[in-house]
């Protein structure tokens, strides 16, 4: 067997040396042990903010040279996905050494009137990140900066009642941004109630999605609701919340002081029955249409809805099967009397004839649909989505079933 020479054992041993002790340099721990502002006094935005900051090397091991990053934020929690100040870049720390840093950042220009905190992460992976990060304990307040966005639901109008169950009613509420910058898009959600105090747990008849409002403006629009079939017959207040565009949620409520009677539901001209099985149509939108199955047994009603996206694709988009711009919807929901409430679903992520992968299916919106008779409905929807509602007068397209209809009308 042949012996490896003497001066190469010794340089691989001297080599191993040389990384063992590399391993070992690399488990160095910086620690963010602090980070001060003055914060007796007030700032405004743009202005210069000085900033101490201290790290320390905790561990055994002088560390390589790194990179603390400020950051300003409205809660306590600081990430890299707070606002950046600045940067310091700081040299290698020795074992057990302190770095005392002390910076000064312009504040941002846009920034919004408030109490914000200030903290520091180091930007550097080292033994231990958990502690690479700190803050100022308490907050700085800017003063003569824009106001946060505040949506104030100003108030909410129902028109006069009685309500029958089913019915679809239109209501009107008023939005205004009090704030000096502009909010986030909101959602209003109407509810009935047995008192004038509105909660999220009374019951809900409809919402719309609003797009962001700019500092002082107001928004007035009507949204249609549809009073739930299951919904006890009495006296009731309308009112409404707004979410998701500020975080000032004091004023985001309100009712109509006055109450509204609901009934249950006549609808005893028109029954719907299985004669109204067929397709459906609106003559102002050929090559559009529906198809409508009403199942007794459980008072239900399907629908499927042929149509068109809302804009028509570029020409270059070509679709393997079918057209680009086809789209169509399902629903599904009860019915009483002459009238069908339905929640749309979405269903998506299929492929032709084939159950792999399997598709999906969401909630996309609501239709109402009102049977005049045998031969006419109305059809309203509401995809909050997309902002997109409307009304649909539709009539059938042939009329072989008319009579069967006509023969399940009550007497």
Request: proline fraction near 6%.
């Amino acid at each position: 067997m042949r012996k490896t020479p003497a001066f190469m054992t010794r340089a691989l041993f001297g080599l191993t040396l040389m990384l063992i002790s590399s391993v070992s340099l690399a488990q160095f721990d910086l620690e963010m042990t602090e980070v001060s502002v003055n914060n007796d006094i007030s700032y405004a935005p743009g202005a210069p903010l000085p900033i101490e900051a201290e790290v320390t090397n905790i561990s055994g091991n002088g560390s390589t040279a790194f990179t603390v990053n400020f950051y300003i934020s409205t809660d306590n929690t600081i990430t890299s996905g707070d606002t950046l100040l600045g940067s310091s870049n700081r040299n290698a720390l020795g074992a057990g050494n302190d770095d005392n840093i002390n910076e000064s950042f312009n504040l941002p220009g846009d920034l919004a009137a408030g109490n914000y905190f200030i903290g520091a992460i180091i930007d550097l992976s080292d033994s231990n990140n958990a502690n690479n990060s700190n803050f100022e304990d308490e907050p700085i307040v800017i003063q003569g900066g824009p106001t946060p966005a505040d949506l104030a639901l100003q108030s909410v109008n129902a028109p006069n009642g009685p309500y029958e169950q089913g019915q679809v009613v239109s209501m009107q509420s008023t939005v205004t941004n009090t704030g000096g910058i502009p909010s986030n898009a909101y959602t209003i959600t109407f509810y009935a109630s047995a008192d004038n105090v509105i909660t999220a747990g009374d019951t809900e008849i409809g919402s719309a999605n609003r797009q962001a409002l700019g500092p002082g403006a107001t928004h007035t629009a009507p949204v249609s609701v549809t009073i739930p079939f299951d919904i006890a017959p009495g006296e009731y207040f309308i009112g409404a919340i707004i979410s998701g565009g500020d975080a000032s949620t004091g004023n985001n409520s309100n009712v109509d002081n006055a109450s509204v009677t609901i009934v249950a539901s006549s609808g005893l001209d028109f029954v719907i029955n299985a004669g109204l099985n067929d397709s459906w149509w609106n003559a102002e939108t050929p090559g559009q249409g529906f198809f409508i199955t009403v199942f007794p047994d459980d008072g239900t009603i399907f629908l499927a809805w042929f149509t068109y996206d809302t804009e028509r694709p570029d020409p270059s988009v070509t679709a393997i099967l079918g057209e680009p711009g086809h789209r169509w919807l399902t629903a599904f929901g009860a019915y009483a009397s002459n009238l069908a409430q339905l929640e749309i679903e979405l269903t998506e992520g299929g492929v032709f004839n084939t159950g792999d992968p399997a598709v999906s299916q969401s909630n996309y919106g609501t239709i109402t649909l009102e049977f005049i008779d045998c031969n006419n409905a109305i059809l309203t929807y509401d995809i909050p989505s997309l902002g997109l509602m409307g009304v649909i007068p539709i009539t059938r397209i042939a009329a072989d079933n008319i009579p069967a209809c006509l023969a399940a009308q009550p007497q």
